[in-house]
């Protein structure tokens, strides 16, 4: 079985300052990663996911994460955050054989 | 349009009525989906249809009964609930149902039961 795991679950950073959040899973088989953000009273939207090939993959709003299969994480980093960026931040897993699994979550909330 | 569309926004219901959810893209997707999401937690998955046969049943109670009357559209009925079915519930598409694909999510329609 697949699981996902976000260690984090608040972080707070001043604004323009750089941010980590981390995600790290569990499987057994290749797997396909992906980041998706939930801003207030809104649904989820992707930010961007990683299927094969380049490990450092690129998204939308300045996000990128890097897939480390050795270490089992996909950590989603921006060099520097806006106030526009305080969402939830959803981690989420799937396989070949197994439907999409979400992290728990990590609460990014940015100060002015 | 990247757009999924859900009806109503908030709903308010008693405990012995009967409701539904709407859902509406218009992408072509041909996989849907039913999430609940409880404040603070992630989505989970409650209803996969792939080509408007349903795929996937998360062992849901049957007061949510799902219905995809084309592929554009997704509906969820409501009757009998509790509580604690209180929910955010997110209608998302993708391509064709595959694991790899990109979900978008439509805004949610927020329930509270009384």
């Known amino acids: 079985a697949q699981s996902v795991t976000q260690l984090d679950s608040q972080v707070p950073v001043f604004e323009e300052a750089p941010v980590e959040l981390r995600c790290n899973y569990s499987s057994s088989v290749s797997v396909y990663l992906f980041w998706y953000v939930q801003y207030p009273n809104q649904g989820l939207q992707l930010l961007l996911k990683?299927?094969?090939?380049?490990?450092l993959v690129k998204g939308i709003n300045g996000f990128e994460a890097e897939f480390n299969k050795s270490q089992t994480s996909f950590h989603l980093r921006k060099p520097s955050v806006h106030i526009s960026d305080t969402a939830e931040y959803f981690c989420?897993?799937?396989?070949?054989?197994?439907?999409?699994?979400f992290g728990p979550g990590t609460s990014l909330s940015v100060i002015p | 349009d990247t757009e999924v569309t859900q009806t109503p926004k908030h709903l308010v219901m008693g405990m012995t009525n009967k409701k539904s959810l709407k859902c509406e893209q218009h992408m072509g997707h041909r996989a849907m989906y039913w999430y609940k999401q409880k404040a603070k937690k992630p989505p989970e998955l409650m209803f996969v249809?792939?080509?408007?046969?349903?795929?996937i049943n998360e062992s849901v109670p049957s007061r949510f009964s799902p219905e995809c009357p084309n592929s554009s559209l997704l509906n969820l009925h409501l009757h009998a609930l509790q509580p604690e079915d209180s929910a955010l519930y997110l209608c998302?598409?993708?391509?064709?149902?595959?694991?790899?694909?990109?979900?978008?999510f439509g805004p949610g329609t927020r329930l509270l039961v009384l």
């Open positions: 990683y299927l094969s090939g380049s490990t």
């Open positions: 998302a598409s993708s391509q064709q149902g595959g694991v790899q694909e990109t979900q978008y």
């Open positions: 989420a897993v799937s396989n070949s054989y197994d439907k999409v699994i």
């Open positions: 249809y792939s080509y408007e046969k349903l795929s």
